[in-house]
């Protein structure tokens, strides 16, 4: 099913058309008078679904803002490109492929036919091949060539093939097999990789090539690193089976590396990079974890899908926050969402966000190829509180860009020491607060500060802000909120008439690297790029004494 745009394009549909009108009434209303005037606001703006509780009444919203908002995706079909997703549509349409990480996460027995094949059935044999080889990993019945047990792993892969597993590792920590450490090499950067083995010892040491594609320059270039430096001490090319597994789509490839394929735990093409932490890719997660309760994140993930699913507009999560970052993106203007989590073991969240959001809904032509005359993604950022509010925080207070920011928190700490989680939560709650109803010069002046000041220390407030809440943080939860963004991604994709799921953007780069490594690498070839690039190689080659 390919999308059915309205003939002038987004901006030609009279719901946009009537948003618009509706964002010169509310430009200028104040969160502070819109609470004031209803004593229910946070009630009727706030939403629990899959153990998530979601206050969205920090918006700059009413009613009728929701309302416009649910018409314009009823408008676009949501409903019906959401099944299509769901039931294997090829949605992909740059790449003629189905979309369906919601099947990795579908239960055993359930029935999903692509070309007439039953894929839920393909995605639990996978992971019981992976089960099985934990299994064997933590009980010691996998041995390094020299009779070892494994203690280390270290994932090398890039973009959904590194961020997924790293996010989920951090996130997870608490959860994991404490006995066995877990590195992650991503960049092409030799000292990712060096800091990352520094101090491994090879006999004990695993790596997982996890590459979708397996023609990574990147990941290739890590994985040669790792095999020699597995063999510069074992000494032995029989030992590559034993400390190498695989984790990608093209067997070709990775017997092409020297990989067993027996040794390869596969995924589909329906799996986009970005989507694909809770697939194979999510072995490490799983050997950190353990089969149970990765099995357990996976639940989590199929519970914000049927939610997504099958819950009204009105009140679904994932379609609310998608409307609500339309309408700051492309009424209010704002360019960039900071996403706040307030838990230390979300540290990585906002990173793997970035690929999520941006890669997927960073395009600027429509499903048919015209060129888009609204923005679409906007940059995702954050770090985690409070750390932010020491750095960045005072540019959403008192600086100039308005930054709709999600808040993500949890009742109960996972280290529940002294009064630390009180004070935390006090900070998450005391940000909203600011940020929505700031200080008037008034109130500032009436506190007897200097006249001169009072319009430094004035905050202006009106700066809109969800928070998530959820009791605790759970390999489950985990699953549920990375579930929720997707589905955030997706819906604002489908509003924006654009496809999601490929990456066409990133392959220039690719490309032109690729043809000035040997032109680094000699000093005689002659150059034809522009000055710049010219002036920049010759500097480099100057330094290596290759010119
Ligand atoms: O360069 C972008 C990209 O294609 C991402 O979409 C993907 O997650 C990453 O590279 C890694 O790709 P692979 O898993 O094929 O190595």
Redesign the pocket.
Known sequence: MTASPHPQGLTGRPEWKALGDHYNAMKSMHLRDLFAGDPNRAKTFSLSACDLFLDYSKNRIVAETMHLLFSLAKAADLKAHTEAMFTGGRINITEDRAVLHTALRSPRGTVLEVDGHNVIQDVHEVLDKMARFCDRIHSGDWKGHTGKPIKNVVNI???????GPVMAYEALKHYSNRGMTFRFVSNVDATDFAEATFDLNPEETLFIV???????Q??MTNALTARQWLLATLNDEAAVAKHFVAV?TNAEKVQEFGIDTANMFGFWDWV???Y?MDSA?GLSTMLALGPDQFRDMLSGFHDMDVHFRHAPLEENMPVIMALLGIWYSNFFNASTIAVLPYDQYLKRFPAYLQ?LTM?SNGKSVTLTGASVDYDTSPVYWGEPGTNGQHSFYQLIHQGTHLIPCDFIAFCRSLNPINDHHDKLMANVFAQSEALAFGKTSEEVAAEGTQANLVPHRTFPGNRPSNTILAEKLTPRLLGTLVSLYEHIVFVQGIIYEINSFD?WG?ELG?VLAKRIVPELQSGSEELSHDSSTNQLIEHYRKSHGRS
Request: glycine content about 18%; cysteine-free.
């Open positions: 892969g890039i973009g959904g093939s590194d961020l996890a590459s979708k594609t397996f023609t990574t990147e990941t990608s986009g990079g970005r694909s890719i690929q890669e990456q990133v690719k």
